[in-house]
C-alpha cells in the first residue's frame, strides 16, 4: 500500500522520502514504484522524461527522524500491528 501511496504522490508532482524499519523494505517499494512508472510509460500515460523527473523526487531514509525532517506531510502506511507502530 505504501508504494502505492508514493506513487500517486510522486505523481502529483511531491517529493517522497520512504522508511521502513526494514531496508529490505524499502528496496521493494522503490522497485513497486519504478515498475508501476514504467507500466504507466508503456501504456502511453506517462512519458519517459515525467518517470525519470518523479524518480528524481524518490528518496529514501535511514530512520523515521530523517524520513520526516522537512516534510509537510508524514503518511504511516505501516501493517496494523500496534507494537510496528510505536516503533
Known sequence: MGAGIAQVCLGAGH???LYD???AAVARGRARIEDGL?????R???SAEARAA???RLAAAD???AAA???GLVIEAA???LELKRS
Open 21 to 23: 524499519l526494514d531496508p
Open 15 to 17: 517529493a517522497v522520502t
Open 63 to 65: 530512520s523515521v527522524a
Open 69 to 71: 525532517d522537512g516534510a
Open 44 to 46: 502511453d500515460r506517462l
Open 54 to 56: 518523479a524518480l528524481s
Open 79 to 81: 501493517l496494523e500491528q
Open 38 to 42: 514504467q507500466r504507466l510509460v508503456a
